[in-house]
């Protein structure tokens, strides 16, 4: 990647920035120096529509003197913050730093706010009206944008609803996911398979486990084919939270129900991330967030 990176547009930026302050410099001293002749009645001889004459009034000497203190800020500013280019400025401001300070600052003034609930246990905070509120804002503001507002996700994406978890559903395996993060990777696994009529057949087996429609004679044949599968899924099909590997036979499709959704998982293989939020959130906003996703599915034990 190096052999693709110079220094020659932070020299660009720097340059383009020192040559308008100092075009602007030098264009306010040439019309500064600049004589208009005038006529004795103060006027420069033009005239326009007839009768709309140009006075030779000067601008307030204030305006120019504005001007220059504009320019004098403007150098000092390049000088004591990042602006020209790669240079780091004499203060070594940085929107890293200043971010980090803002959210050092929040975390100091919420800790009072979380101190009640560090002692209590997950299904204690899930039904704790005040901690539940705070974890819907945790929830919206860290979590909705790929499980929805209402946590049933879409495809691709979990619904935290329904008690169908990849990792398992304990508090335990939730602050783990919420914390760290998850990479669920299913292989291309056409090959081990065997031809694409195995492919097909395969999925009509693995439609065949939670009783979805499907041709009973392809998911037959399929079915000694699916023994490539059964590494991860196991041989019933239930799946294995260690892996993350999902249960096949409840009729939940994370990536899509029918031959054809099954097929491309099969051909193309399937890759997940889940972010770890660790670098986000505090450990007190990750254990809050975690009874609100756990008491999502688990509504009458968190009552």
Same mark, same amino acid.
Request: proline share 4%.
């Given at each position: 990647m190096?052999?693709?990176?110079?220094n020659?547009?932070?020299?660009y930026v720097?340059?383009i920035?020192?040559a308008?302050?100092?075009g602007?410099g030098?264009?306010?001293?040439?019309t500064?120096r600049k004589?208009?002749?005038?006529?004795?009645?103060n006027?420069t001889?033009?005239?326009w529509?007839?009768?709309?004459?140009?006075?030779n009034?000067?601008?307030?000497?204030?305006?120019m003197?504005?001007f220059?203190l504009t320019?004098?800020?403007?150098a000092?500013?390049?000088?004591?913050?990042?602006g020209?280019?790669?240079?780091?400025?004499?203060?070594g401001?940085?929107?890293?730093?200043e971010?980090?300070?803002?959210v050092s600052k929040?975390?100091?003034?919420l800790?009072?706010i979380?101190?009640r609930?560090?002692s209590?246990?997950?299904?204690?905070l899930?039904?704790?009206?005040?901690?539940?509120?705070i974890?819907?804002?945790?929830?919206?503001?860290?979590c909705?944008?790929c499980h929805?507002s209402?946590a049933?996700?879409?495809?691709g994406f979990p619904? *935290? !609803? &329904?008690?169908?978890?990849l990792h $398992?559903g304990t508090t335990?395996? @939730?602050?783990?996911?919420?914390?760290? %993060?998850?990479?669920?990777?299913?292989?291309?696994m056409a090959a081990?398979?065997?031809?694409?009529?195995?492919?097909r057949?395969v999925a009509h087996?693995?439609?065949?486990?939670?009783?979805?429609?499907h041709?009973?004679l392809?998911?037959s044949l399929?079915k000694s084919k699916?023994t490539?599968?059964a590494?991860?899924?196991g041989?019933d099909?239930k799946?294995?939270?260690?892996?993350?590997?999902?249960n *096949? !036979? &409840?009729d939940?499709w994370?990536h $899509?129900?029918?031959?054809?959704? @099954?097929v491309n998982?099969i051909?193309n %293989?399937?890759?997940?991330?889940?972010p770890?939020?660790k670098?986000?959130?505090?450990?007190?906003?990750i254990?809050?967030?975690t009874?609100?996703v756990w008491g999502?599915?688990?509504?009458a034990?968190?009552?």
């Open positions: 190096s052999d693709f990176t110079s020659f547009w932070s020299l720097a340059g920035t020192i308008g302050v100092v602007c030098l264009l306010l001293w040439l500064s004589k208009i002749e005038s006529a004795a009645d006027t001889g033009h005239v529509d007839e009768d709309l004459t140009e006075m009034n000067p601008m307030p000497r204030w305006w003197w504005l220059v320019l004098v800020f403007g000092g500013y390049l000088i004591a913050y990042p020209l280019g790669t240079y780091k400025g004499q203060l401001w940085t929107q890293l730093d971010y980090r300070a803002e929040a975390q100091t003034e800790e009072p979380y101190a609930f560090t209590m246990k997950t299904e204690e899930a039904g704790d009206p005040a901690a539940m509120a974890g819907d804002r945790l929830f919206m503001n860290n909705a944008q929805g209402d049933r996700g879409s495809k619904n *935290l !609803t &329904d008690g169908d978890w $398992g335990d395996n @939730i602050h783990q996911t919420i914390k760290d %993060g998850r990479v669920g990777v299913m292989p291309p081990a398979v065997g031809s694409s009529e195995d492919v057949n087996y693995v439609l065949s486990l939670s009783g979805s429609p041709d009973s392809k998911a399929g699916f490539a599968c590494a991860c899924h041989m099909g799946g294995n939270p260690a892996l993350g590997a999902p *096949l !036979t &409840d939940i994370l $899509g129900w029918g031959e054809a959704a @099954i998982i051909n %293989g399937k890759t997940n991330e889940m770890a939020q670098d986000k959130l505090t450990d007190a906003q254990n809050v967030l009874a609100y999502l599915s688990n509504k034990a968190a009552r």
